[in-house]
DNA sequence: GAGCACTGC
């Protein structure tokens, strides 16, 4: 087999670009020292041990990239409302610089830091190492909040979260009021709530510093000539009612090395740079492109298994079914090499993949074995992979894409972006130094994209809009996003909110419906299905529905194990559709808890249903995520008044209420089979995993439309085609 | 006849 790798050219540095003031740490001698003051740790036995923990720490903190520049990044953010900064992987911005400003008083008065991260186990992680690192207890002066899971009290004063619960908060305090800083780190990844948060604390800090100043100034007045004009007073009064409102200072994180986005959209910020300390990567393209990349994937595994040093590979593939191919691949070559040289161990990683499974790729592989792991992207940023030092990407990745004008999804292969393909090569270089083999000639290299297009470009803003509407932003079409999602989509979502009743008809948000739909952590359709549930009398049903909706696949189905997890899924399957079948799911659940729970722990409680989700063919994450989801909007609906109740087995009751929610993804049965929306008129068919797969019933709503390989539609239920004029009447008499 | 990755007081 002929190699496709040639080295071509090491390690790829873009130039940083102005404004960026390089804050280089000059020298790691000592320009800064720790000023964390640390509480007596009481003596006991472990003492000898915990103080060289603590040393131990201390010496890491004092080593990291950032310590060095402590002082001048405090004077800048002193300086600068805004700051923008570019720390790159390992400088240690994350856990370092909140800290930071609490030693520098940002604190004083009972404020807080807040610190966003797009993902909750980031949250977690960083909160727990910080607490560690400052000797004080989780939750007390360093905290973390993410949805479920509030580790914080009314000492915390350094708090993690993640960025859309900062951004439910703000529905509630809209001027953030508690916090004196802002720090949205990650905030390159750009996604949907990072893009709107910015939007938003953009708002927040330009009203806050106008409270300030007119403050200030009316402070000033009152010197001067001790008496106020009656605006001003009038303003006074309301102001001094209210809490005091102190600037906000934002910081915005970033790891690209593009920061020009961010400081014009805030105005010219000021941007600064702080070295990291990363491995170098060595980056080796291919001659020509490859047409069977997946081929050639397999013929670098091997190059690199035979030829190179120690070390485990990461492979970057776009799904499930490339990695299950792969890995069979791999292990039938395998077994024509000679036996000394079988030594390597693939395994998979990807999201619906069950966490235990999932655990395998963090192991060490056996003395002697050296590990292939076969990852989607998630390996790309949500999880880190220890031992990595090869790396072998073909610059593809599957991504969702949204057509406002269809209302439809897809989901497709797309090349990454150059930003991407640096983030995966920086896989490599964690621990030492490594190679990445990119599986494309350098000449494709430069023409992907710098960076990927932000979500918020390429997905359904009705829940987005929702929340906007009820923060007080009422025209959306003039609302200042970094970058504006396309006018058609913007009023797509504005048609569909109107049309669940949660716009009037000068587009406010209604009340109690739009008010009611917004407070919910739900899709809106989910929402509106919830409150139209407790006119229908089956509230109880329609809670467990949109729970077991909002999350990944419930069924978990091996390959190798098809027939089984059929059999297994048919136990619980209904004739009426998906979404009773789901409800089925839950309610053995349910009962096979209620039957073991006297007097159990919370873990031991999950892993018994653990069991029996294994048992069952069903993802125990998913169900786990949908039983704290169904309880946590039980919370809210039972808050807001609404009746819950069961139409026990009265299901033409509860299929009528998902014909009502659900009318806009109706679709009729064609002479061929397949089905046609009747929304968009798009001919499409039943997913596979439904379970009307086979039965295929005249009329029926769906709640996903997502183009693969063919128009899909899933989580199906049969309903009769006269309810829709009949249950919603503002769409289909009007169509007629 | 088939499921990129995240997230929500």
Redesign the pocket.
């Known amino acids: 087999m002929e190699p496709p790798i040639t080295a071509l050219r090491p390690h790829l540095t873009l130039a940083v670009e102005p404004p960026l003031a390089l804050l280089c740490p000059p020298n790691l001698s000592s320009l800064t020292e720790s000023r964390l003051t640390q509480p007596a740790a009481p003596l006991s036995r472990l003492s000898v041990f915990d103080s060289s923990r603590k040393q131990n720490i201390a010496q890491h903190r004092k080593s990291l990239p950032i310590a060095s520049v402590e002082k001048r990044l405090v004077d800048e953010v002193r300086h600068n409302d805004t700051l923008i900064i570019v720390g790159e992987t390992g400088s240690g911005k994350t856990t370092q610089l909140p800290q930071f400003l609490f030693n520098a008083g940002f604190c004083r008065d009972g404020k807080t830091i807040g610190i966003t991260q797009?993902?909750?186990?980031a949250a977690v992680t960083v909160a727990k190492r910080v607490a560690e690192e400052c000797g004080v207890d989780l939750g007390q002066r360093v905290g973390y909040s993410?949805?479920f899971e509030?580790a914080t009290s009314i000492s915390t004063r350094i708090k993690y979260m993640?960025d859309?619960?900062l951004l439910?908060?703000a529905?509630?305090d809209p001027y953030l009021s508690r916090y004196s800083v802002i720090i949205v780190d990650e905030a390159h990844e750009r996604?949907v709530?990072t893009d709107v948060l910015l939007g938003l604390l953009k708002n927040i800090q330009r009203a806050r510093s106008k409270y300030s100043n007119d403050r200030v100034n009316i402070e000033k007045n009152k010197e001067n000539n001790g008496t106020l004009s009656d605006k001003e007073n009038c303003v006074f009064l309301k102001q001094c009612q209210s809490r005091k409102f102190p600037p906000l200072k934002l910081i915005i994180m970033s790891a690209s090395l593009d920061a020009r986005g961010f400081s014009e959209y805030f105005g010219g910020a000021r941007a600064v740079h702080v070295k990291g300390r990363q491995f170098p990567v060595d980056t080796f393209y291919t001659h020509h492109a490859e047409p069977d990349y997946l081929d050639a994937a397999l013929i670098t595994i091997f190059q690199i298994h035979l030829e190179e040093s120690p070390g485990d590979i990461l492979v970057f593939l776009?799904?499930?079914?490339e990695i299950e191919s792969v890995e069979r691949l791999v292990k039938e070559r395998l077994q024509q090499l000679p036996e000394g040289s079988r030594k390597l161990l693939t395994v998979p990683i990807?999201?619906?993949l069950p966490s235990e499974k999932q655990m395998r790729a963090f192991r060490q592989a056996p003395a002697g074995f050296r590990k292939v792991i076969l990852a989607?992207?998630?390996a790309e940023t949500?999880?880190t992979i220890p031992g990595v030092r090869y790396v072998i990407d073909p610059g593809l990745?599957?991504?969702?894409s949204y057509d406002p004008v269809k209302g439809m999804e897809s989901?497709i292969i797309v090349p990454i972006s150059k930003s991407q393909a640096l983030q995966r090569s920086g896989r490599a270089g964690r621990e030492g130094s490594g190679k990445c083999f990119r599986l494309y000639p350098e000449s494709e290299f430069d023409k992907l994209e710098d960076s990927t297009k932000p979500?918020i470009k390429r997905c359904n803003l009705s829940?987005v809009i929702l929340q906007l509407k009820a923060l007080g932003v009422d025209d959306i079409l003039g609302f200042d996003f970094m970058e504006k999602p396309s006018r058609a989509s913007i009023v797509k979502s504005l048609e569909q909110l109107f049309l669940l009743g949660a716009l009037t008809d000068e587009c406010k948000l209604s009340d109690p419906v739009g008010r009611q739909m917004a407070q919910l952590?739900?899709?809106p359709v989910y929402s509106r299905a919830l409150i139209l549930a407790s006119q229908f009398n089956c509230l109880e049903e329609m809670l467990i529905t949109v729970a077991m909706l909002?999350v990944e696949?419930i069924f978990y189905?091996p390959r190798e194990k098809?027939e089984e997890a059929r059999t297994a899924m048919r136990c619980f399957s209904s004739p009426e559709g998906d979404h009773l079948t789901l409800v089925n799911v839950y309610h053995a659940s349910d009962e096979f808890l209620d039957k073991r729970m006297v007097g159990l722990s919370k873990e031991k409680k999950d892993k018994i249903l653990s069991k029996w989700c294994k048992e069952n063919f069903i993802n125990s994450r998913s169900l786990r995520h949908a039983r704290d989801i169904h309880s946590?909007i039980r919370g809210h609906v039972e808050q807001m008044g609404l009746r819950v109740a069961s139409c026990g087995d009265d299901m033409l009751q509860f299929r009528k209420c998902l014909a009502a929610s659900f009318f806009l993804n109706a679709a009729l049965r064609q002479p061929e089979g397949t089905y046609r929306a009747l929304a968009s008129g798009q001919v499409v068919q039943i997913?596979?995993?439904s379970v009307l797969?086979q039965a295929k019933p005249e009329c029926i709503v769906f709640n996903e439309l997502v183009q693969?390989?063919?128009k899909?539609i899933r989580n199906i239920s049969r309903i009769d085609y006269l309810w829709l004029s009949e249950l919603a009447p503002q769409y289909y008499c009007s169509q007629n």
């Open positions: 797009p993902r909750r186990v993410i949805r509030d993640t859309g619960l439910r908060e529905l509630l996604t709530h776009t799904g499930q079914e990807f999201s619906a989607t992207n998630i949500s999880v990745v599957k991504a969702r989901l979500e829940n952590p739900l899709d909002s696949s189905a098809l946590q997913h596979p995993s797969f693969t390989n063919h899909y």
